[in-house]
């Protein structure tokens, strides 16, 4: 995104900033819930897997939307 950003002075960063910033965040939030896997006594619910899983999924799709725009 950063080569997009530099390659496009106009207003990309501005229309896909928010986007992006709720992609990351999503991400990171299924990168620490996966990452409790490491631990054998951290039981982790399925449906907060899920959850995790379909919140970066819609977030992706979102980004992708407005980015092929």
Do not use: C, H
Not at 28 to 48: F, G, H, M, W
Request: no cysteine; net charge negative; hydrophobic share 40%.
């Amino acid at each position: 995104m950063d080569v997009a950003f530099k390659n496009n002075q106009g207003n990309l960063r501005g229309k896909l900033s928010e986007d992006l910033k709720s992609f990351n965040f999503f991400a990171n939030q299924l990168a620490r819930t996966l990452d409790k896997l490491n631990y054998p006594s951290v039981l982790i619910e399925p449906y907060a897997y899920i959850d995790a899983r379909e919140q970066l999924l819609d977030s992706s799709f979102e980004l992708w939307d407005k980015s092929i725009n």
